[in-house]
């Protein structure tokens, strides 16, 4: 359904041995993307769906009615989350390479070697991302700042880090007043170093935040999409990979 299990299903599958297509385009907001009829028509067709679910795709429901009785399978990797952005903690998506790996056996048996040797090299590389972000983030100065949107809670939680929201899990859940006052004061508090930004939302809250508590401001991506530019050139790994180098700078680490 969206671009980080697009990533799993290209990287696992291979480009001979499964045709993976990602219903939300490049650059499109997944929270409130609307899919068309051909979109509904190949997500209740394909031999496997891949979604996240908790919330983050609201046409879910009504798509796996459908590929209920047609007794096609749904793998839904968010199942049970109060936040959707599981996937920002490469230790999950470890584990969800696994999980689509073996339903990728099960439904084609003849490729199953390609299959398990595509994915043993994925969880290798995530295992080793993880594994710097994790040496990065022992070294800091501080160990909060402020972000955009309420995607980062996993990857927070798995580095013990605070990221404090502008805005709620959708990006379009506008903060108070009072809320944006109250992250200047802890920002001016000298709590925090820097305020993060999102490439793909308007970056200008968040910029005048920083501004007016006279605090950095830098980038941060959620990799919930990849632009049409980035396609060929980015990934999940190589996006988390910048999104470390931004944090050691906001967070003043030595590694």
Not at 218 to 242: A, C, Q, W
């Amino acid at each position: 359904s969206i671009y980080p299990y697009g990533f799993l299903a290209q990287a696992i599958g291979g480009a001979d041995d499964i045709t993976a297509s990602i219903i939300v385009p490049p650059g499109a907001e997944a929270h409130d993307f609307e899919p068309s009829p051909k979109d509904i028509a190949l997500l209740e067709d394909a031999d496997l769906l891949i979604a996240n679910g908790a919330g983050i795709e609201p046409w879910l429901d009504e798509v796996q009615k459908t590929r209920s009785k047609l007794h096609k399978p749904t793998m839904i990797m968010a199942a049970g989350a109060t936040n959707p952005h599981v996937w920002l903690d490469p230790n999950n998506m470890k584990r969800f390479a696994g999980m689509i790996t073996t339903e990728l056996v099960r439904i084609d048996p003849s490729h199953a070697s390609a299959y398990k040797r595509r994915a043993l090299e994925l969880q290798k590389n995530l295992t080793a991302l993880d594994s710097r972000i994790r040496k990065t983030l022992s070294s800091c100065e501080y160990d909060s700042a402020i972000v955009a949107h309420d995607a980062f809670g996993y990857f927070a939680r798995a580095y013990h880090l605070e990221l404090i929201p502008i805005a709620g899990i959708s990006p379009e859940n506008e903060p108070s007043a009072k809320k944006i006052a109250e992250l200047i004061d802890l920002a001016r508090s000298k709590k925090v170093h820097a305020v993060y930004f999102e490439s793909y939302a308007d970056p200008t809250l968040a910029q005048t935040l920083a501004q007016e508590a006279g605090v950095i401001s830098l980038p941060l991506d959620p990799v919930e999409t990849i632009s049409e530019n980035d396609l060929g050139t980015k990934n999940y790994l190589t996006i988390l990979e910048e999104n470390r180098k931004q944090l050691q700078k906001g967070l003043v680490c030595q590694q």
